[in-house]
Protein backbone atom coordinates (compact mmCIF):
# COMPACT_ATOMS: atom_id res chain seq x y z
CA UNK A 1 0.00 0.00 0.00
CA UNK A 2 1.56 3.44 -1.17
CA UNK A 3 1.82 5.35 2.37
CA UNK A 4 -0.70 8.75 2.25
CA UNK A 5 1.27 11.57 3.78
CA UNK A 6 -1.81 13.20 5.15
CA UNK A 7 -2.20 9.20 6.86
CA UNK A 8 1.37 9.23 8.04
CA UNK A 9 0.59 13.12 9.50
CA UNK A 10 -2.20 11.87 10.84
CA UNK A 11 -0.29 8.67 12.92
CA UNK A 12 2.20 11.50 13.99
CA UNK A 13 0.08 13.11 15.38
CA UNK A 14 -1.44 10.40 17.85
CA UNK A 15 1.88 9.51 18.86
CA UNK A 16 2.87 12.78 20.01
CA UNK A 17 -0.63 12.75 21.73
CA UNK A 18 0.20 9.25 23.35
CA UNK A 19 3.63 10.92 24.41
CA UNK A 20 1.38 14.07 26.10
CA UNK A 21 -0.48 11.18 27.65
CA UNK A 22 2.92 9.71 29.40
CA UNK A 23 3.48 12.83 30.17
CA UNK A 24 0.13 13.65 31.90
CA UNK A 25 0.84 10.15 33.69
CA UNK A 26 3.94 10.79 34.67
CA UNK A 27 2.77 14.29 36.44
CA UNK A 28 -0.01 12.27 38.16
CA UNK A 29 -2.34 14.44 36.77
CA UNK A 30 -6.40 13.56 37.17
CA UNK A 31 -7.42 10.31 35.64
CA UNK A 32 -10.41 11.48 33.80
CA UNK A 33 -8.22 13.99 31.64
CA UNK A 34 -5.95 11.03 31.11
CA UNK A 35 -8.99 8.74 29.77
CA UNK A 36 -9.96 12.28 27.91
CA UNK A 37 -7.32 12.04 26.12
CA UNK A 38 -6.75 8.46 25.53
CA UNK A 39 -10.56 8.50 23.86
CA UNK A 40 -9.20 11.25 22.09
CA UNK A 41 -6.33 9.12 20.29
CA UNK A 42 -8.61 5.94 19.94
CA UNK A 43 -11.19 7.89 18.17
CA UNK A 44 -7.89 9.34 15.96
CA UNK A 45 -6.42 5.89 14.99
CA UNK A 46 -10.15 4.62 14.73
CA UNK A 47 -10.39 7.17 11.83
CA UNK A 48 -6.73 6.40 10.51
CA UNK A 49 -8.18 2.61 10.06
CA UNK A 50 -11.46 3.33 8.62
CA UNK A 51 -9.71 5.56 6.06
CA UNK A 52 -6.96 3.12 5.25
CA UNK A 53 -10.22 0.14 4.47
CA UNK A 54 -11.87 2.76 2.88
CA UNK A 55 -9.14 3.59 0.14
CA UNK A 56 -7.77 -0.03 0.38
CA UNK A 57 -11.93 -1.01 -0.71
CA UNK A 58 -11.64 1.86 -3.12
CA UNK A 59 -8.62 0.26 -5.37
CA UNK A 60 -10.17 -2.75 -5.34
CA UNK A 61 -13.27 -1.33 -6.95
CA UNK A 62 -11.69 0.91 -9.34
CA UNK A 63 -9.21 -2.12 -9.91
CA UNK A 64 -10.45 -5.15 -10.39
CA UNK A 65 -8.71 -8.34 -9.78
CA UNK A 66 -8.99 -10.58 -12.99
CA UNK A 67 -9.93 -13.69 -10.66
CA UNK A 68 -13.64 -12.35 -9.43
CA UNK A 69 -13.37 -14.46 -6.42
CA UNK A 70 -10.18 -13.13 -4.98
CA UNK A 71 -12.39 -9.79 -5.67
CA UNK A 72 -15.04 -10.94 -3.50
CA UNK A 73 -12.45 -11.94 -1.12
CA UNK A 74 -11.00 -8.91 -0.93
CA UNK A 75 -14.13 -6.66 -0.54
CA UNK A 76 -15.28 -9.14 1.98
CA UNK A 77 -12.75 -8.71 3.98
CA UNK A 78 -12.41 -4.99 3.41
CA UNK A 79 -16.19 -5.09 4.84
CA UNK A 80 -15.38 -7.41 8.16
CA UNK A 81 -12.76 -4.80 9.06
CA UNK A 82 -14.68 -2.13 8.59
CA UNK A 83 -17.43 -3.75 11.01
CA UNK A 84 -15.40 -5.42 13.73
CA UNK A 85 -14.34 -2.07 15.19
Known amino acids: MQCDPKLLNRLKRAEGQLRGIQKMMDEEKECVDIVTQLSAVRSSIDRIMGLIVAENLKQ??????????????KIDQAVQMIIRK
Open 60 to 73: CLNNPNENPEVQNQ
